[in-house]
């Protein structure tokens, strides 16, 4: 019984004192036409001025029904990690949505780029394909990454929602009751 209390205490500790990032989308529009494309923002805050986000890797999830994502490159990333010059920026590595940056600055450039803002990570495009009620865009960890600090420690992050939109045929406007 000890024991299981003292892990349970170690697990406390470890999780208490980790660093955090609240990761979240912003979209220009929520309502949108087929054909029409919409640009999402991806945004990350960190918890406190200690932290740094020095690598990130994620998926991009929606219904391919629906959306097509608009072709990505490197103008795509945010600069919080530094240009194309200083961090290995990959898209599409681990499947056709997978978003990867790692960053070569050194922890005291990359936390001035970082400190006390919100700060963007990536922005896509996306066009509508097909109507429909609804659909939604949200992001998931990849099992070798996610969003670590400058050490290696990954960061618990926080994904605020999802982007919700409401699709309408081409040239159908919404009538209010």
Do not use: W
């Not at 697990?11 to 004192?17: A, E, F, G, N, R």
């Amino acid at each position: 019984m000890k024991i299981m209390s003292a892990i349970a205490f170690l697990l406390i500790v470890v999780c208490s004192s980790a660093n955090a990032i609240t990761i979240s989308l912003s979209s220009s529009q929520s309502l949108i036409n087929v054909g029409d494309s919409v640009t999402v923002d991806i945004f990350a805050e960190l918890d406190d001025q200690e932290s740094n986000l020095a690598l990130f890797d994620f998926f991009v999830e929606f219904d391919s029904g629906i959306f097509n994502l608009s072709p990505l490159d490197y103008s795509n990333f945010g600069s919080a990690l530094g240009g194309p010059f200083d961090s290995i920026q990959d898209i599409g590595a681990l499947g056709s949505n997978n978003i990867f940056e790692s960053t070569f600055l050194d922890i005291t450039t990359l936390s001035s780029l970082q400190f006390g803002q919100s700060f963007r990570l990536f922005s896509f495009e996306l066009t509508s394909l097909a109507p429909t009620v609804s659909s939604k865009i949200f992001l998931s960890e990849s099992l070798f990454g996610g969003f670590l600090d400058f050490d290696g420690n990954l960061l618990l992050s926080q994904i605020t929602g999802t982007v919700s939109y409401t699709h309408l045929r081409a040239h159908e406007t919404l009538r209010y009751l």
